[in-house]
């Protein structure tokens, strides 16, 4: 418990100090919906495919529109790593801009009590471009950094979330701040396969641009898929 009042606070420090830092004033805003579909794979492994669109909110105009398929192998109780590959199209209203990203996640994990905390650091390679990459992920151009603090909190069936994360460009110039997001959620089971979620999320960008976000998911989880005993 004490250690769990911690890190709490950690993280409270970090929201009011991210605020302190980036200014209260927030120029635009989004709302991000998305469906998920997961499931467990034989061994220890896990899929997930996440379609998700953002629609700007002032100018009531969807902005980006994506498709994330994810690999998770879990290597033991505490630590996984996840792959991930996205299609993306910006701004599909007006001049749509389609691009990919490739993604690898490492992920610690500290459950205590109805309480977890993780570690989670991505490293993916910049968007490029589909139809105008001069072929498949070798451009060899910046890489994009992440790193992710999260607690969650499981009440009934529920669990409240609160997450600081921080993004990174990195070039030959080094590491380059890109963004900060703070965000607040809490994910509903509402049967046995079933999760609905929302969240807050403030996001501030190093252009000075800073966002108030919302934001609400659906996910379903398959049955797991198991082998046969001729395979076993």
Request: hydrophobic content about 35%; some cysteine.
């Amino acid at each position: 418990m004490a250690l769990t009042f911690r890190i709490c606070s950690i993280l409270v420090v970090c929201v009011f100090t991210a605020g302190a830092l980036h200014g209260q004033t927030y120029s635009q805003g989004q709302y991000w919906c998305s469906i998920t579909a997961e499931g467990n794979l034989p061994g220890p492994y896990k899929a997930a495919l996440q379609v998700e669109s953002r629609t700007d909110l002032s100018e009531r105009m969807l902005v980006n529109l994506f498709a994330n398929l994810s690999v998770q192998r879990e290597w033991s109780d505490y630590i996984s790593t996840e792959l991930h590959y996205r299609v993306m199209v910006r701004d599909p209203g007006t001049d749509a801009e389609k691009a990919q990203r490739l993604m690898l996640d490492l992920t610690g994990v500290k459950p205590i009590g109805k309480t977890t905390v993780s570690l989670r650091f991505r490293l993916g390679q910049e968007d490029e471009a589909g139809a105008d990459a001069d072929g498949f992920f070798v451009s060899g151009g910046s890489a994009v950094f992440r790193q992710k603090l999260s607690v969650k909190r499981d009440i009934g069936r529920a669990q409240l979330s609160l997450s600081v994360e921080q993004f990174e460009t990195i070039n030959r110039s080094g590491f380059n701040p890109d963004q900060l997001r703070v965000v607040l959620g809490s994910e509903f089971k509402v049967s046995k396969r079933q999760r609905i979620s929302v969240f807050l999320m403030s996001q501030h960008l190093a252009s000075g641009t800073n966002r108030l976000n919302f934001g609400t998911g659906y996910t379903y989880r398959f049955k797991s898929l198991k082998r046969k005993k001729s395979e076993q």
